[in-house]
């Protein structure tokens, strides 16, 4: 292997921009045209999409750490499998810290090119995270409000503006299941608009992934 075997340059990718958070790393490895997609992020996204992706994701968890698990390289392409830990002390996933221990697990798929990333994107269960992570405050929103569970999930989400689509992705529900969850949460709450929702509950600080419009499209 040398610097720029896929491996290496795979491994370099996990060790130095999200261990040792140096973002100069996203610079030096991602082409200017490079093409991804990211857990939580609508479409594919560019150098930039995945810099606001960082920066949202070191901001929410800190002492992040990254464990490779195993790579498997087919020419110009790596396949990584990877463990990630910390602690959810920041607002980056566009929910209230919540100071729980962060698991989880993923894989990523990477393209080079010459020593540059071109293509990749990478899977992991963002929707069971984020569900866990808010658990801290669904039981105050369930008994506050007689929220169920998931309203309670719903809400923290309305809050951020979320749209019912958006909605549905960050949970693995349905469209149309989100849409019913959001209507019954205005209900609840007595008032008519995600703005409402977090007027009444809060929304946290951190710069998070722009989302949709306020519509219950």
Known sequence: MTARDPRSL????????????REATIDELASDDLVGEMEGAIGTVGKEEFRQYFHALTSAISDLHVEVLDTTVDGEKATVRWHLTGLHTG??????PSGRPVSFRGLTWFEWDDGQLVRGHDRWNRGQVIASLM???MADLQREHGLTPRQAQVCLLMAERRTHKEIARDLGIRPNTARRHCAMVLRRLGVHSRQEVERLIGRSDGKVPPHGSDQLD
């Not at 607002?91 to 209230?96: A, K």
């Open 10 to 21: 795979s491994v370099r990718w996990f060790e130095e921009i999200w261990n040792e958070q």
């Open 135 to 137: 658990r801290v405050r």
């Open 91 to 96: 607002p980056g996933l566009g929910i209230p």
